[in-house]
């Protein structure tokens, strides 16, 4: 494998989960369509780089570096920027944020320390106590399942705003992620179709390929290297 990780959850609501890893090798690897925003700091050939990195839509071909180490805040879906419009970010439209020093990165007009592994979550509790951040309730209710959060288009209109998407589109890669973790781990193929809720064998293979960037037959056969993967909650799918 190129890439090895290392993940953690996170004791904030508006963190999803906190991963690093590290680059062993250099080569190919597919990156899936992913859902969330991600806080995500680089060390390369002694540089450093912070990026906000939003969601993306369907799986791209990504070429690793060796010796690179990246450490990532994966933001919780209803965590957003409000002087930020997600969308702005979507599909690989990252923005790279300026440094202040070696150890500041610049963010919201002000200078913030840059994190590590185990305090993640003090970052994310100063931006949202000083507005760069904030948490849209409606999306997580809605994401739930809460049938009186909000009506079907206010509930459109809230993940356009927060996600960069819409639910559906949400649903469809948290599924889709989902059903990689679920080959990996030994189900059979029919088995996913009836667990994730696919119509049939047709139907994932065609979602696979698009957010993934593999079938199903060789996400099995081939343990190949993917980008950053746990398991996901049947809510964020159903």
């Known amino acids: ?41 680089t060390r390369l050939e002694g540089l450093t780089r912070v990026t906000l990195r939003g969601p993306v839509t369907q799986a791209t071909t990504v070429v690793c570096p060796p010796n690179g180490q990246w450490l990532a805040i994966r933001l919780s879906l209803g965590t957003y920027l409000p002087q930020l419009p997600t969308a702005r970010l ?84 948290e599924r889709a992620r989902r059903a990689v973790h679920l080959l990996r781990s030994g189900s059979s193929i029919l088995d996913v179709v009836h667990e994730v809720g696919y119509f049939d064998q047709a139907h994932l293979t065609r979602s696979l390929r698009h957010l993934i960037g593999q079938t199903p037959l060789k996400l099995q056969r081939d343990p190949s290297q993917l980008s950053f993967l746990y398991k996901t909650e049947a809510t964020a799918y159903r």
């Open 1 to 41: 494998m190129l890439l090895t990780f290392v993940d953690r959850p996170a004791d904030s609501p508006l963190i999803e989960r906190v991963w690093r890893s590290h680059s062993v090798a250099s080569g190919v690897f597919h990156s899936m369509a992913e859902g969330n925003l991600e806080l995500v700091l």
């Open 90 to 173: 979507l599909d690989h439209k990252s923005l790279e944020l300026p440094l202040c020093s070696k150890r500041r990165f610049w963010l919201g007009g002000a200078a913030w320390e840059i994190p590590n592994f185990e305090n993640a979550e003090a970052l994310v509790s100063r931006l949202a106590r000083n507005g760069v951040i904030a948490y849209d309730r409606a999306v997580g209710a809605a994401l739930l399942g809460d049938p009186q959060a909000l009506t079907r288009r206010s509930v459109q209109r809230h993940f356009l705003h927060v996600a960069g998407m819409t639910q559906s589109r949400f649903r469809q890669i």
